[in-house]
């Protein structure tokens, strides 16, 4: 198996060696990272290869690593993962992109490489606030359009900012700020004298 995916990794660099950044096999898969500027020639190079054939996407999200492991991260906080499988082949590979400006983070669309991109990137746009460029239809998909924030971005409030409501009164949905106080849950445990025996 180590040897199949240094054969992989060798084969991986050999081919995108300019281009990416750096690449690492941990727990039995090969990651591969690089800058948003070669993501679209990393991605098609990979897809197209005949020595590679990742023919499919299986999954792509978004990550914040403002925090990292519980310690904090020095590098670029926000990145795009997709995990790449080729059928003919029989292997997966990680491709990991890093948004260049944490204020604004904005990656290349990928979905003329891999179609179904579409609704795994607006995703990763409604819950960290990822931007792709050139996407047919970037766009809210599980948050409400009116939905300020993005709740999978590591500093966004556990409680939110805003809650809605049917407000019978008006007959209509309304929004108001959150009404609800933040409480820290420590679990105890109360046993009875003589418990378990």
Known sequence: ???????????????LAPIIVHSTIAKGELTIVCKAENLLEVAT??????????????????????TYRDESWDGLR???????LSLKHNQRIRLRCFAEDDDFPVLPTLTAVWSCLNWYEREAFDLFGLMFDEHPDLRRILTDYGFVGHPFRKDFPVSGFVEMRYDASQQRVVYQPVSIEPREITPRIIREENYGG
Do not use: P
């Open 45 to 66: 190079k990979l897809r197209d290869s005949a020595e590679l054939s990742f023919e499919q996407c299986i999954d792509m999200c978004g990550m914040d690593y403002s």
């Open 78 to 84: 926000f990145a795009a993962v997709y995990q790449l």
């Open 1 to 15: 198996m180590a040897s199949k995916m240094e054969a992989l990794k060798s084969s991986v660099e050999s081919l």
